[in-house]
């Protein structure tokens, strides 16, 4: 099985959808960029063409690939003209179960027979979209890390019934995207998120109980952990919706309440403060100013 030639589809343009149809279409493939909202899909495409360029300046394309990057991409709002001539699906939309269910009703009923349906998912089960399918052996989870273009790993997830030539498809289409795959099983987080979310959760919860302020955090992260940036701008930049939307997953998977969402962060999510995307987190974002500054809240 491989899906040479074919049109690969990426459902939902926001932060993923956008990194995701950018390093397909770098790569040759046609992409149909596909969502509810036309706005987003324009942001999407203004995105993909800001961060070409930023790989230009960097010489890591030509201007020959930016212009047939961006001549690879056709945008749908409408999901089954997108899908109709796939051989991927790669879904990439609110992590949201319910919305996620209804997306794979629609694509599988859209799609044709031999097309493999992907998840970017974070968190929730392969098992549980593959059951909403008919073909719940051609599903799998291709989970990309943001910021897509850059970031080498793709978890590659395998539901209950994912047949073994549906993962070595996934595994090698990782590979020429010039991607590092790393196939894993289907629990809540898998691998990525179960330790990723409890440790941001944590951070959190240390700001939140007055142990450390956002300095003293990231400055213990960064010189302790060798991490590259603290847990509290990983949070802003993964968005706080989707850090919260996981460890729901995580908590409600598990049964365990150590899994439980920090109240600062529901708090957080709540009004709205969801990180780069809405211009606040626990630091603050201003267009044009790259200069990192804690939110007004913390500091
Ligand atoms: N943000 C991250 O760092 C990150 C990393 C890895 C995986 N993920 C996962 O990727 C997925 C997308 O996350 P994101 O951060 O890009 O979210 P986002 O909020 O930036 O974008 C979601 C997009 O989905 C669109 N959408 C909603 N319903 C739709 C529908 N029915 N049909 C088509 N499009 C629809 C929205 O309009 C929006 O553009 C989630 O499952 C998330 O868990 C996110």
Same mark, same amino acid.
């Given at each position: 099985?491989?899906?040479?030639?074919?049109?690969? $589809?990426v459902?939902?343009?926001?932060?993923?959808g956008?990194?995701?149809?950018?390093?397909?279409?770098? =790569?040759?493939?046609?992409v =149909?960029l596909?969502?509810?909202?036309?706005e987003?899909l324009?942001?999407?495409?203004?995105?993909?063409?800001?961060?070409?360029?930023?790989?230009?300046?960097?010489a890591?394309?030509?201007e020959e690939?930016?212009?047939?990057?961006?001549s690879?991409?056709?945008?749908? $709002?409408?999901?089954?003209?997108g899908?109709?001539?796939?051989q991927?699906?790669?879904?990439a939309?609110?992590?949201?179960?319910?919305?996620?269910?209804?997306?794979?009703?629609q694509a !599988?009923?859209?799609?044709?027979?031999?097309?493999?349906?992907?998840?970017?998912t974070?968190?929730?089960?392969?098992?549980?979209?593959a059951?909403?399918?008919?073909?719940?052996e051609?599903v799998?989870?291709? =989970?990309?890390?943001?910021?897509?273009?850059?970031?080498?790993?793709v978890?590659?997830?395998?539901?209950?019934?994912?047949k073994? !030539?549906?993962?070595?498809?996934?595994? /090698?289409?990782s590979?020429q995207?010039?991607?590092?795959?790393c196939?894993v099983n289907?629990?809540?987080?898998?691998?990525?998120?179960?330790?990723?979310?409890p440790?941001?959760?944590? /951070?959190?919860?240390?700001?939140?109980?007055?142990v450390?302020?956002v300095?003293?955090?990231v400055?213990?992260?960064?010189?302790?952990?060798?991490?590259?940036m603290?847990?509290?701008?990983l949070?802003?930049?993964i968005?706080?919706?989707?850090?919260?939307?996981i460890?729901?997953?995580? =908590?409600?998977?598990?049964?365990?309440?150590?899994?439980?969402?920090?109240?600062?962060?529901?708090n957080?999510?709540?009004?709205?403060k969801?990180g780069?995307?809405?211009?606040?987190?626990?630091?603050?974002?201003?267009?044009?100013?790259? !200069?990192?500054?804690?939110?007004?809240?913390?500091?």
């Amino acid at each position: 099985m491989t899906v040479n030639g074919g049109f690969i $589809s990426v459902i939902g343009a926001g932060t993923m959808g956008n990194g995701i149809a950018h390093v397909f279409a770098q =790569h040759g493939f046609s992409v =149909h960029l596909i969502d509810v909202s036309t706005e987003q899909l324009n942001k999407a495409i203004n995105s993909i063409s800001k961060n070409l360029d930023r790989q230009l300046s960097k010489a890591v394309i030509t201007e020959e690939i930016k212009i047939t990057t961006l001549s690879n991409i056709k945008t749908f $709002s409408d999901l089954a003209e997108g899908v109709k001539q796939s051989q991927l699906v790669v879904e990439a939309a609110t992590e949201n179960t319910e919305l996620k269910l209804n997306i794979f009703r629609q694509a !599988d009923a859209a799609a044709p027979l031999n097309c493999i349906l992907a998840t970017n998912t974070s968190s929730i089960s392969i098992t549980k979209i593959a059951a909403v399918t008919k073909r719940p052996e051609s599903v799998i989870g291709m =989970h990309f890390m943001n910021p897509v273009p850059v970031m080498k790993l793709v978890e590659i997830i395998n539901g209950y019934s994912t047949k073994k !030539d549906v993962t070595d498809t996934i595994i /090698a289409l990782s590979k020429q995207l010039d991607k590092i795959p790393c196939v894993v099983n289907d629990l809540p987080g898998f691998i990525a998120n179960r330790i990723l979310m409890p440790m941001i959760n944590e /951070a959190i919860y240390s700001l939140y109980e007055g142990v450390a302020g956002v300095e003293e955090i990231v400055t213990i992260m960064k010189l302790r952990m060798v991490h590259p940036m603290g847990p509290l701008q990983l949070a802003d930049f993964i968005g706080l919706d989707v850090c919260l939307s996981i460890l729901n997953v995580l =908590h409600q998977g598990f049964g365990n309440p150590k899994y439980a969402a920090c109240p600062l962060l529901i708090n957080m999510v709540a009004a709205g403060k969801l990180g780069i995307k809405s211009g606040e987190g626990f630091y603050a974002y201003t267009a044009g100013n790259k !200069d990192l500054v804690i939110s007004k809240r913390f500091s």
